[in-house]
């Protein structure tokens, strides 16, 4: 195989405590998975199988340092998400089989132009502007499953400059991580190093210049960054 030039470097994750190396191959996003941030954006949660976005698997990077302000926003909202990581592929995955294509997990924020989104909405375009640009995707070096375990409850939470934004339980998740699995390979074919980013808990807001966000899930991961 020959190129017409060097192809990108794979996009990937830390893992904790080895120094072998996560690659990612797609992104999804559950939209709305916490019934106290449906509401917040004025949803009913009771209505709603759940619906998915994604985002380039080159918009993930290491949640720590800086992260960039990305351009055309005034709004750029911050929602901390659990995310999943497949080890296994796989289509039609029945919800009871779903955790044993699961390789590990990680604590990720769903950075959103939320200007751009709703905007978008308002009009019926599509999310990508809103939700796919440049390092929107920071997460944690993600643990194994092996080692962790499948968490199904433990606190999730943001501050912003020490104060605190976001606060939940994995436990209140509508769609449970096997539901989300099942629903993604019912629709595409999961592979190995596909991530899902599983929906964040109410408190969504505005992140500005200089920012320093915290944030974790208790039991996987916490981390801390700064807005560029
Ligand atoms: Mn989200």
């Not at 433990?154 to 912003?160: E, F, M, R, S, T």
Request: hydrophobic content about 40%.
């Amino acid at each position: 195989m020959s190129y017409v030039f060097a192809p990108q470097t794979i996009p990937s994750l830390a893992i904790e405590g080895e120094s072998a190396r996560f690659p990612i191959r797609r992104v999804f996003c559950v939209g709305r998975n916490y019934s106290e941030h449906a509401r917040e954006m004025g949803h009913d949660p009771d209505r709603e199988p759940p619906f998915f976005f994604m985002k380039p698997a080159d918009a993930v990077v290491p949640a720590s340092g800086v992260i960039a302000y990305p351009p055309l926003t005034q709004d750029l909202h911050h929602e901390i998400e659990l995310v999943v990581a497949i080890g296994e592929g796989g289509t039609d995955i029945d919800p009871d089989d779903a955790l044993a294509h699961v390789w590990g997990y990680g604590v990720g924020l769903d950075l959103t132009r939320r200007d751009i989104q709703a905007q978008a909405k308002k009009l019926g375009r599509p999310w990508d502007w809103a939700k796919g640009f440049d390092e929107s995707a920071p997460c944690t070096a993600l643990r194994r499953a092996t080692a962790l375990g499948h968490p199904q409850s433990g606190a999730i939470w943001l501050k912003v400059n020490d104060v605190e934004r976001q606060r939940g339980d994995l436990a209140d998740q509508i769609w449970s991580v096997p539901d989300v699995i099942s629903h993604v390979s019912r629709s595409v074919e999961l592979k190995a190093g596909d991530l899902i980013f599983t929906g964040t808990p109410a408190g969504v807001g505005p992140l500005v210049a200089g920012d320093r966000v915290s944030a974790g899930i208790e039991g996987i991961a916490t981390f801390e960054l700064t807005i560029g």
